[in-house]
């Protein structure tokens, strides 16, 4: 893109030509009041708050009044924000919003984090001169999720837009005419999209709110914000994390333009916050009964003293992984999944050094794509979205000849005329982005694989099935095709089938690769065994202590393998932040901090490493800490800094992780980065057991962050370290353009993260699995809305987990006299669970929810039966 320079309140800028005034400007810092646009939605002048004089050459000496957002850029142009007459144009579209806009600032969740009350003061709007009577709405019930309030709408159309033209929902609308539009459901119910969340930051009026945060709810000023990685799967979201009073309140997206950009999905959004009482390990058990944490300390110590295994963990950071290592020995530590899983992603880590590791942004920029086995909307919804938009490519590159550009969007939309790239969609069941697929295809497990070769022959010009040639001509003709796959179907030959086809592309193709969970890729990054091998360690003799630090177990591996390595070891010594199946099973369990507690490093889908950090203060000592005070060995540990620099060390190719973030030491001219904004500073509502806090802020050792409010914010503080957007003037989150180079570009100072692939050599092929044919073979079956075994137990979120089914073919069901309903048992063993009989399912086949009733690497075929 060519570069132009325009003038902007008399000051002369260099802008990239194709852009519309609004983004062009705001990239630039400079503030233009506006609603409906959206960094990422695009223009569409429904408010019309953006007035700007524009002059189109020097010689225009008048210019006219314009609506930024609605007219491009152009060489030589002279903008003026301040002009009287755009000024009034917007005094007087603030005032008409106003006019049945509630007055209700004070008990309205969004009061200072509201966009329209920033634009309201922008434009100087203090006084109502219409007393006539307000237009009024009733709210709906929008599920458990979100809140409805419709008589704050000033209908800027930002929720349909991305909810249906962005998202891919159906069951929100616009429904009226004139100045009676309504935005909702056609009948109260939950949202369906996985992505509804959004709506709470895409509103810039408090239309929509997290329904968790309106119950436990705390001003935004009264707020600690601390920038962290959703752990909810591989692609490794960014959020901030916003506490008062050590509680968790609420997540909301942190912008990285390479990973998120501007949304989150669900699960990531709601699935750690809100848990009951009782989910937590409060306390240290010994055999049962709770115990001092010196009296663990001394039982850890001495089991370790019979020689142990280790048990490593994707839900766990790089340092406590690491410290597991440090603690039994390189060669005694071990995946908490099963070998076929951890030697998978250690396929992909391999493939992606091969062909390249691309971010999530690169997904977007794509002009076809083959989704391999994978339900994306289940195992990474961030993804499955970004997906949506490739497929709306083919329609800006038709809107594009005809002049329109993307940027222009409902214009863009009707000149695209609906085409949308090619996509061929290849899963078991039927998937959630059939609906923006060519070739939505279902196979058989087993037939995935086979249909990706068949892929790959047809593109090495050799002799194909007819679906197989379309789909290998349209990744043939593409630019850039995108290839996409993980383990979500329990099968890693996919993973060779799709290193056949990049093969057969000759580079031209983008591989998207997506393990389990949120470090599954660090883990795998480590060189460690899957928990076969600790069963085989103890099962020898060579060690008699179990040490396993968050991971629950039976999640993720096939329970007689777990229950081998439980019965083969004397002492099992649980670490975890929550009560899980493997506390039960603990002969010394010990409180850890949790991922909102502790700072800590994690490697998403693409290998980028990124750091987060501890939300609040007082917490439980992290994994890490509490590992190193079982060995004097690892009692030099005092920051996190200190087992980053050792583990550079033992694993240089993991090295680069240090740069994921700044290091504790750095100060900027403010001193550390504050957590808390300025406006704390009042401490009008924060306290605590009725008295205000005076004490000393506590000191974060692991970070260059400042639990108070004194110290840099915004844009003074490293990307990777920033609490906030804090420009001034604005307090949303439609702040966060502000910030960036370009309209769903990176961040000013560049995104937050490092790759830590190079170097890395990984196997030259997947494993494989054997199913026999006695009994019926399973599908794992993913759900948006199903998070990790944290993430179940969260209060608003499990509302919005289906009840778990195991799913058969009629003729199967019919076989085994099984109904629709009826409750079952896997391999003798009572489940939580009811048939759901589908035409879909392949024969001799089973669907299981994954975590639910199975754990997500079942290599064998297992048998379904009737409870009791």
Same mark, same amino acid.
């Given at each position: 893109?060519?570069?132009?320079?325009?003038?902007?309140?008399?000051?002369?800028?260099?802008?990239?030509?194709?852009?519309?005034?609004?983004?062009?400007?705001?990239?630039?810092?400079?503030?233009?009041?506006?609603?409906?646009?959206?960094?990422?939605?695009?223009?569409?002048?429904?408010?019309?708050?953006?007035?700007?004089?524009?002059?189109?050459?020097?010689?225009?000496?008048?210019?006219?009044?314009?609506?930024?957002?609605?007219?491009?850029?152009?060489?030589?142009?002279?903008?003026?924000?301040?002009?009287?007459?755009?000024?009034?144009?917007?005094?007087?579209?603030?005032?008409?919003?106003?006019?049945?806009?509630?007055?209700?600032?004070?008990?309205?969740?969004?009061?200072?984090?509201?966009?329209?009350?920033?634009?309201?003061?922008?434009?100087?709007?203090?006084?109502?001169?219409?007393?006539?009577?307000?237009?009024?709405?009733?709210?709906?019930?929008?599920?458990?999720?979100?809140?409805?309030?419709?008589?704050r709408c000033i209908a800027c159309y930002r929720c349909t837009r991305f909810?249906?033209?962005?998202?891919?929902?159906?069951?929100?609308?616009?429904?009226?005419?004139?100045?009676?539009?309504?935005?909702?459901?056609?009948?109260?119910?939950?949202?369906?999209?996985?992505?509804?969340?959004?709506?709470?930051?895409?509103?810039?009026?408090?239309?929509?709110?997290?329904?968790?945060?309106?119950?436990?709810?705390?001003?935004?000023?009264?707020?600690?914000?601390?920038?962290?990685?959703?752990?909810?799967?591989?692609?490794?979201?960014?959020?901030?994390?916003?506490?008062?009073?050590?509680?968790?309140?609420?997540?909301?997206?942190?912008?990285?333009?390479?990973?998120?950009?501007?949304?989150?999905?669900?699960?990531?959004?709601?699935?750690?916050?809100?848990?009951?009482?009782?989910?937590?390990?409060?306390?240290?058990?010994?055999?049962?009964?709770?115990?001092?944490?010196?009296?663990?300390?001394?039982?850890?110590?001495?089991?370790?003293?019979?020689?142990?295994?280790?048990?490593?963990?994707?839900?766990?950071?790089?340092?406590?992984?690491?410290?597991?290592?440090?603690?039994?020995?390189?060669?005694?530590?071990?995946?908490?999944?099963?070998?076929?899983?951890?030697?998978?992603?250690?396929?992909?880590?391999?493939?992606?050094?091969?062909?390249?590791?691309?971010?999530?942004?690169?997904?977007?920029?794509?002009?076809?794509?083959?989704?391999?086995?994978?339900?994306?909307?289940?195992?990474?919804?961030?993804?499955?979205?970004?997906?949506?938009?490739?497929?709306?490519?083919?329609?800006?590159?038709?809107?594009?000849?005809?002049?329109?550009?993307?940027?222009?969007?409902?214009?863009?939309?009707?000149?695209?005329?609906?085409?949308?790239?090619?996509?061929?969609?290849?899963?078991?069941?039927?998937?959630?982005?059939d609906e923006i697929a060519a070739w939505p295809l279902r196979r058989a497990?087993? +037939? =995935?694989?086979?249909?990706?070769? /068949? &892929? $790959?022959? @047809? *593109?090495? !010009?050799? %002799?194909?099935?007819?679906?197989?040639?379309?789909?290998?001509?349209?990744?043939?003709?593409?630019?850039?095709?995108?290839?996409?796959?993980?383990?979500?179907?329990?099968?890693? +030959? =996919?993973?060779?089938?799709?290193? /056949? &086809? $990049?093969? @057969? *592309?000759? !580079?031209? %193709?983008?591989?998207?690769?997506?393990?389990?969970?949120?470090?599954?890729?660090?883990?795998?990054?480590?060189?460690?065994?899957?928990?076969?091998?600790?069963?085989?360690?103890? +099962?020898?003799?060579?060690?008699?202590?179990?040490?396993?630090?968050?991971?629950?177990?039976?999640?993720?591996?096939?329970?007689?393998?777990?229950?081998?390595?439980?019965?083969?070891?004397?002492?099992?010594?649980?670490?975890?932040?929550?009560?899980?199946?493997?506390?039960?099973?603990?002969?010394?369990?010990?409180?850890?901090?949790?991922?909102?507690?502790?700072?800590?490093?994690?490697?998403?889908?693409?290998?980028?490493?990124?750091?987060?950090?501890?939300?609040?203060?007082?917490?439980?000592?992290?994994?890490?800490?509490?590992?190193?005070?079982?060995?004097?060995?690892?009692?030099?540990?005092?920051?996190?800094?200190?087992?980053?620099?050792?583990?550079?060390?033992?694993?240089?190719?993991?090295?680069?992780?240090?740069?994921?973030?700044?290091?504790?030491?750095?100060?900027?001219?403010?001193?550390?980065?504050?957590?808390?904004?300025?406006?704390?500073?009042?401490?009008?509502?924060?306290?605590?057991?009725?008295?205000?806090?005076?004490?000393?802020?506590?000191?974060?050792?692991?970070?260059?962050?400042?639990?108070?409010?004194?110290?840099?914010?915004?844009?003074?503080?490293?990307?990777?370290?920033?609490?906030?957007?804090?420009?001034?003037?604005?307090?949303?989150?439609?702040?966060a353009p502000y910030l960036t180079d370009a309209n769903g570009g990176s961040?000013?100072?560049?995104?937050?993260?490092?790759?830590?692939?190079?170097?890395?050599?990984?196997?030259?092929?997947?494993?494989?699995?054997?199913?026999?044919?006695?009994?019926?073979?399973?599908?794992?079956?993913?759900?948006?809305?199903?998070?990790?075994?944290?993430?179940?137990?969260?209060?608003?979120?499990?509302?919005?987990?289906?009840?778990?089914?195991?799913?058969?073919?009629?003729?199967?069901?019919?076989?085994?006299?099984?109904?629709?309903?009826?409750?079952?048992?896997?391999?003798?063993?009572?489940?939580?669970?009811?048939?759901?009989?589908?035409?879909?399912?392949?024969?001799?086949?089973?669907?299981?929810?994954?975590?639910?009733?199975?754990?997500?690497?079942?290599?064998?075929?297992?048998?379904?039966?009737?409870?009791?």
């Open positions: 893109m060519s570069r132009i320079r325009i003038e902007v309140n008399g000051e002369i800028r260099e802008v990239e030509d194709g852009q519309d005034i609004l983004s062009a400007c705001t990239h630039q810092g400079v503030e233009i009041p506006h609603f409906c646009w959206h960094d990422a939605l695009g223009s569409v002048g429904a408010c019309r708050l953006c007035a700007v004089r524009l002059h189109t050459s020097p010689e225009d000496a008048e210019g006219t009044i314009e609506m930024a957002c609605m007219t491009p850029v152009a060489d030589g142009q002279r903008i003026e924000v301040a002009d009287a007459e755009a000024e009034e144009m917007r005094a007087h579209v603030i005032e008409w919003l106003m006019r049945s806009h509630p007055h209700d600032c004070a008990v309205c969740e969004e009061g200072g984090a509201c966009h329209l009350q920033d634009m309201t003061v922008a434009t100087g709007h203090h006084a109502r001169r219409y007393d006539g009577p307000k237009r009024t709405h009733e709210n709906q019930d929008l599920g458990p999720l979100l809140t409805h309030e419709m008589n909810y249906r033209q962005y998202a891919g929902g159906r069951d929100l609308d616009v429904m009226g005419a004139h100045d009676r539009v309504y935005f909702g459901r056609y009948e109260d119910g939950p949202l369906d999209s996985p992505f509804a969340g959004n709506l709470s930051e895409v509103c810039p009026t408090g239309v929509f709110n997290d329904k968790g945060w309106s119950r436990d709810y705390a001003r935004k000023w009264d707020m600690s914000a601390t920038p962290s990685v959703c752990s909810q799967c591989a692609v490794g979201c960014n959020i901030f994390a916003a506490e008062r009073g050590g509680r968790l309140r609420r997540l909301q997206n942190r912008y990285n333009g390479a990973v998120n950009g501007h949304f989150l999905c669900d699960r990531g959004r709601f699935g750690a916050l809100h848990l009951p009482e009782g989910t937590r390990l409060r306390n240290p058990t010994i055999a049962g009964a709770e115990a001092t944490p010196e009296a663990a300390i001394e039982a850890a110590r001495a089991a370790l003293g019979r020689g142990a295994v280790a048990i490593a963990s994707p839900r766990a950071t790089l340092e406590t992984n690491f410290a597991l290592r440090q603690l039994v020995g390189p060669d005694h530590v071990f995946a908490g999944v099963s070998r076929i899983e951890v030697q998978s992603v250690a396929r992909m880590a391999g493939l992606l050094v091969e062909y390249g590791a691309p971010s999530l942004t690169s997904l977007e920029n794509c002009d076809a794509a083959l989704v391999l086995g994978e339900d994306l909307t289940g195992t990474a919804p961030r993804a499955a979205l970004s997906l949506r938009q490739t497929a709306r490519n083919a329609a800006d590159a038709l809107a594009a000849e005809k002049g329109v550009p993307k940027w222009l969007d409902n214009a863009a939309r009707v000149a695209g005329e609906g085409r949308r790239s090619p996509i061929a969609v290849v899963t078991t069941l039927p998937d959630a982005l497990p087993d +037939e =995935v694989a086979v249909f990706g070769h /068949a &892929i $790959a022959t @047809a *593109l090495r !010009g050799e %002799a194909a099935a007819p679906e197989a040639e379309a789909v290998a001509t349209a990744l043939r003709q593409a630019k850039a095709p995108a290839l996409i796959a993980g383990l979500g179907t329990g099968r890693p +030959e =996919v993973l060779d089938a799709l290193a /056949a &086809i $990049a093969e @057969a *592309l000759e !580079g031209s %193709a983008q591989l998207f690769l997506f393990p389990p969970e949120v470090n599954s890729m660090g883990v795998a990054l480590m060189g460690v065994d899957g928990l076969e091998g600790a069963v085989e360690t103890l +099962e020898a003799g060579k060690a008699e202590t179990l040490v396993i630090a968050e991971v629950d177990l039976f999640e993720r591996v096939d329970g007689p393998l777990v229950e081998r390595a439980l019965a083969a070891a004397t002492e099992v010594v649980v670490l975890d932040s929550h009560v899980t199946a493997m506390t039960g099973r603990a002969t010394i369990a010990m409180p850890v901090a949790d991922w909102a507690e502790t700072a800590g490093t994690v490697v998403n889908h693409e290998g980028r490493a990124q750091r987060r950090f501890a939300a609040y203060a007082g917490a439980p000592q992290a994994a890490w800490r509490v590992l190193a005070s079982l060995s004097d060995t690892l009692s030099g540990w005092r920051t996190l800094d200190d087992v980053l620099a050792e583990l550079a060390a033992a694993l240089p190719h993991l090295a680069p992780a240090r740069d994921a973030a700044p290091n504790a030491i750095l100060r900027t001219p403010l001193g550390k980065i504050a957590r808390a904004g300025w406006r704390i500073s009042g401490r009008t509502a924060h306290d605590q057991a009725g008295g205000i806090v005076r004490n000393a802020p506590q000191d974060d050792p692991d970070s260059a962050l400042a639990f108070s409010m004194e110290g840099a914010h915004g844009a003074d503080a490293p990307s990777a370290l920033r609490t906030g957007y804090d420009v001034p003037g604005l307090h949303s989150a439609s702040a961040l000013d100072d560049g995104d937050p993260g490092v790759s830590v692939l190079a170097g890395f050599v990984g196997p030259e092929a997947a494993p494989q699995c054997a199913f026999p044919d006695k009994a019926m073979i399973p599908v794992p079956l993913h759900d948006p809305f199903t998070g990790d075994e944290v993430g179940r137990k969260a209060e608003y979120l499990s509302q919005r987990c289906p009840q778990a089914r195991v799913v058969l073919n009629p003729d199967d069901a019919k076989r085994l006299h099984l109904g629709e309903g009826t409750a079952v048992s896997l391999d003798g063993v009572h489940v939580d669970a009811v048939v759901a009989i589908s035409d879909d399912m392949p024969r001799h086949h089973v669907g299981l929810p994954v975590g639910r009733v199975a754990p997500r690497a079942l290599a064998r075929s297992v048998k379904i039966g009737r409870q009791g």
